[in-house]
């Protein structure tokens, strides 16, 4: 369904169920907001095709820039407002440290992947950031290992409930892969969802 121009109505006029179809109900249903039956908004904020991806360089922290989401500013509102992350990394077959860190006010405040096997392998990312209040949020969510001979870390459950983000202000999401090699984290496919809430509260 397209978006149809509205009509500029001149005196005398004549009305009926084609123009109304067109002018109202098909432009309203092309405005409609998807609101789901918990009463929040979902819409994607920034998305990524499978690709190549984004490996790290060789030691230090290698900020993956093709993947930084602007959050607008006043963007995350209400408590309850939550962006979901999903991503895929792919690690390298040594055994060099493997860490990725999030990234938000600026600051990378946080270690969410913390992994020294050296078996090349795929990591699902799905993380949570919730808005708490306008200066604090939450970061939880699970990282889930492909590989069953994995030691160091298979699933993995981590949450931080002190991050700071003035949400008043626009904000970049970022992630940083530090390794003691080049490549031996690469960041693949990745989107942010936002799930805007409408009748959330604080708990």
Not at 122 to 138: N, P
Not at 149 to 172: H, K, S
Not at 173 to 181: I, P, R
């Amino acid at each position: 369904m397209a978006w149809t121009t509205p009509r500029t109505w001149k005196p005398l006029d004549m009305n009926g169920a084609s123009l109304m179809n067109q002018q109202v109900r098909d432009n309203m249903n092309f405005l409609k907001t998807n609101v789901d039956d918990d009463g929040s908004i979902r819409t994607a904020l920034k998305c990524f095709a499978y690709s190549a991806g984004q490996g790290t360089a060789a030691g230090g922290d290698t900020e993956m820039d093709d993947f930084n989401v602007t959050i607008p500013a006043g963007y995350m509102s209400v408590a309850g407002d939550m962006l979901e992350v999903h991503g895929v990394w792919l690690t390298s077959a040594t055994a060099g440290t493997k860490l990725v860190k999030i990234s938000l006010d600026a600051v990378p405040t946080m270690a969410t992947l913390l992994s020294t096997t050296a078996v090349s392998t795929y990591f699902i990312m799905d993380l949570r950031i919730r808005y708490r209040s306008a200066l604090v949020g939450t970061i939880n969510g699970i990282w889930q290992g492909s590989t069953a001979n994995i030691t160091d870390l298979t699933v993995a459950f981590m949450q931080n409930v002190g991050l700071t983000a003035t949400w008043a202000v626009a904000q970049t999401l970022k992630f940083y892969g530090n390794t003691d090699a080049a490549d031996e984290l690469t960041l693949l496919e990745f989107y942010v969802n936002s799930s805007r809430t409408i009748i959330g509260q604080l708990i």
